[in-house]
């Protein structure tokens, strides 16, 4: 273990993010980078139209979205831009500032006590939680640094005394909870205390923010529904370090999800490299085989065609590339990760930079015509510090001339405090968006009308229910009942993954402790043909129980229901409540239908396009169109439509096949292809060790899927008979086509 006070390295300020040598090379060299050019200029407008306003440090009182919340906000954001101007530029209005406003914040500070809301459950002081004074000091720890050597001794005295080590002792020592664990917050915390340790030289705050507190005082009893203790022999395992071993798996994936990683970025990367700069004996960039490069690629593959997250657990809708934190990683990872250019295209459709050395290198390099298309992949990450609790996995097919398909299928570990009860689950993604949506969370963030722009009472109710997000749901009842204890302690298993055939991507997950005595089983298979326009998402879902149960596989299509195959009877009249509790008391049922046929089938239109969903269904199969919005009386809920396949059964399997198969033109007024190719979806074959399923045309072409259920090596033989037609095949998967 390497402590915090080895290695210490002698140099003088600014040494956290921006440094004196990469002062020296923006100054000699910024010409020649015209992106940098225009960042540092309009923050020259923005801060200097700051500046012009006067300083504001308002007695804290609102929640997120009011007035004190947003300008305390703002004074960080500000701070840490003017610091960095003033090494640029070198005029001292924006130490001046800079000074200024830190005194007026030693003076307050001393004065304050928990944050009126008491809303959180580690109330901040000068915000209404521990995680925003976190936030606050961490960016001006990099404007404290900026203006170190302009300031008085005095003046910093007062600073640390009254200000800077209080503030850090309150976000560690008073707040164990928030902390000494394994979360995006915590990551916020350490970064903090670290951080203003590295400026002000204090080994203490720098050990703690790397080690944690080593007695914190907390249990296992205490983890209620937020997750990230971990206890070894009696001991918290906490700090920044820990953070890096036990949020990431091997492969870089988070196990909060993508939206909390982009969050999370900031801390991991600007703590690293002031690390780096100043304890290069720890050789933070390596730790864990390069866990932080791993994790930046990782988060930017993450994504759709758009450069929009995939909402996994918690998140918001929306959030991209050019999230302020991505815009840090980007900089920072190309800088220091090896120069990869791909990340230049990244940085040019982000169209800003960090106003320091590594956003000079970054737009220097943009402006030599380096940069690449960035990739994105299909792969199968691991979840877990050891990638041992499942993953998720993206299949792609995005080297089309006329877009892109991509379906994402969850089967990771729950994700701590803000994790779903969505075991395989998955989403479906075009070039233009959302085919088959995962809901993300009911959460306005820092919108004040909608509850202070904290998470809402119906992201519990509904969001994270299973019946939100498109896996199956039995009895009624979300996986692990609900809990987050139970969630926490297990996860479903990877069965089969590929993404090497140049046709077809295909990955199979399975969970045996989301229900007692019951074993699910999916498997999604990406499909490209030239008989179709697009490629089609094809989806066994397996269920096996020795008891009978109600099965609901939910399907939540984003757009306009066109039509349907079967008849059904509306509610036109009045509306009731699906069922009572995990979600179902928040969706209407506007109508239902028994199935007539063997395959049902519904389209839908949306973004100017066509979509169909062809199931198999049995005899007694309820069809249910159902949308969120019940029980929501402060409309906290979009209104989106849902299909719900029920079904009576012990063991049993559902098949669908989603097929993208036309375009209209609203200027022309002509629809293309608007209606299905599919003719039919049906079971050959299904038992627990094999099943066989077979996809046939309106041109006479069918395609049949052979898989073996419980075999993953690829060099075994399979044989089955049925109805006197003999199937062979060697390894997990094959794909016979017949014409």
């Not at 492969?251 to 600007?270: C, K, S, V």
């Not at 969120?628 to 849902?642: C, I, K, T, W």
Request: aromatic residues 12%; charged residues 25%; proline residues 4%.
């Amino acid at each position: 273990m390497l402590f915090a006070g080895e290695n210490l390295v002698a140099q003088g300020h600014p040494n956290l993010i921006l440094t004196k040598a990469g002062v020296a090379e923006i100054q000699r060299s910024k010409n020649s980078a015209p992106l940098f050019e225009q960042v540092l200029e309009l923050t020259k407008k923005e801060v200097d139209a700051e500046i012009e306003e006067g300083i504001f440090v308002p007695i804290p009182k609102d929640m997120a979205g009011g007035y004190t919340h947003e300008r305390h906000k703002r004074n960080f954001f500000i701070l840490q831009k003017a610091g960095n101007l003033y090494q640029i530029t070198g005029d001292e209005k924006y130490a001046i500032y800079i000074r200024d406003m830190f005194l007026e914040y030693a003076d307050m500070y001393p004065t304050l006590g928990l944050h009126p809301t008491m809303r959180s459950y580690a109330t901040g002081k000068i915000f209404w939680q521990c995680l925003n004074d976190a936030n606050w000091l961490v960016y001006c720890s990099q404007a404290y640094d900026c203006i170190y050597d302009f300031l008085t001794e005095k003046e910093r005295q007062k600073l640390e005394k009254q200000l800077f080590r209080p503030l850090a002792n309150f976000i560690s020592i008073e707040n164990p909870k928030f902390f000494n664990r394994i979360h995006n917050h915590s990551a916020w915390g350490n970064a903090a205390v670290g951080m203003i340790g590295l400026v002000m030289k204090d080994e203490e705050l720098i050990e703690r923010a790397l080690y944690g507190l080593k007695n914190d005082g907390l249990d296992n009893t205490m983890l209620d529904n937020d997750g990230g203790f971990i206890k070894i022999e009696g001991q918290s395992k906490a700090g920044f370090l820990a953070q890096l071993d036990f949020s990431f798996s091997p492969d870089g994936y988070f196990t909060e999800g993508p939206y909390y990683l982009r969050y999370a970025m900031t801390p991991f990367l600007i703590f690293s490299k002031a690390l780096s700069n100043n304890r290069p004996n720890l050789r933070i960039y390596d730790y864990r085989d390069g866990i932080l490069k791993k994790a930046v690629f990782a988060l930017l593959n993450q994504t759709d065609a758009q450069g929009q997250f995939f909402p996994i657990n918690d998140a918001q809708k929306g959030m991209s590339w050019k999230a302020r934190e991505v815009i840090a990683a980007v900089d920072i990872a190309y800088a220091d990760f090896g120069k990869n250019t791909m990340l230049l295209s990244v940085a040019e459709t982000q169209g800003k930079v960090l106003l320091d050395q590594h956003g000079y290198e970054v737009a220097r390099d943009l402006a030599k015509g380096m940069a690449t298309k960035f990739k994105q992949h299909p792969v199968a990450y691991r979840d877990g510090a050891n990638g041992e609790q499942g993953g998720v996995a993206i299949l792609r097919k995005n080297n089309r001339s006329d877009g892109e398909i991509c379906a994402v299928m969850k089967y990771s570990a729950h994700g701590m405090g803000h994790g779903h009860f969505d075991k395989l689950s998955y989403a479906l993604y075009d070039e233009s968006g959302e085919v088959i949506q995962d809901y993300g969370a009911a959460r306005w963030v820092n919108i004040d009308q909608k509850g202070g722009g904290r998470y809402l009472p119906e992201n519990n109710t509904f969001a994270k229910q299973s019946i939100g997000h498109n896996t199956l749901v039995v009895d009624e009842t979300s996986h692990y009942e609900g809990s987050v204890k139970k969630g926490e302690a297990n996860h479903p298993d990877l069965y089969f993954f590929d993404a090497s055939q140049e046709h077809y991507q295909i990955i199979s997950a399975k969970d045996r402790h989301a229900y007692p005595n019951t074993e699910m089983h999916r498997t999604l298979v990406l499909l490209e043909d030239e008989t179709f326009r697009n490629p089609l998402l094809i989806d066994v879902f397996k269920i096996r129980s020795p008891e009978e149960h109600q099965y609901d596989l939910p399907l939540w299509f984003l757009g306009h229901l066109l039509s349907t195959n079967f008849k059904y009877a509306t509610q036109t009249n009045r509306l009731t409540p699906l069922g009572n509790n995990h979600g179902y008391q928040h969706l209407w049922e506007e109508a239902n239908a028994q199935p007539t046929t063997k395959n049902a089938q519904i389209t839908w239109f949306e973004r100017g396009k066509f979509f169909t969903m062809t199931s198999s269904v049995v005899p007694n199969d309820e069809l249910i169109l159902a949308r969120a919005g019940a029980n929501d009386p402060n409309f906290n809920l979009r209104h989106d439509p849902v299909f719900i396949q029920r079904r009576q059964a012990k063991s049993s399997t559902f098949i669908s096949v989603i097929e993208s198969h036309g375009i209209y033109n609203p200027v022309a007024e002509i629809p293309l292809s608007p209606f299905s190719g599919i003719e039919a979806v049906n079971i050959l074959f299904d038992n627990d060790e094999y099943t066989l399923v077979r996809i046939k045309h309106k041109n006479g072409k069918a395609w049949i899927f052979m898989m073996a259920n419980q075999d993953t090596a690829n060099t075994s033989t399979h044989k089955i008979t049925v109805e006197d037609r003999v199937f062979a095949w060697e390894g997990v998967f094959a794909l016979k086509i017949e014409k």
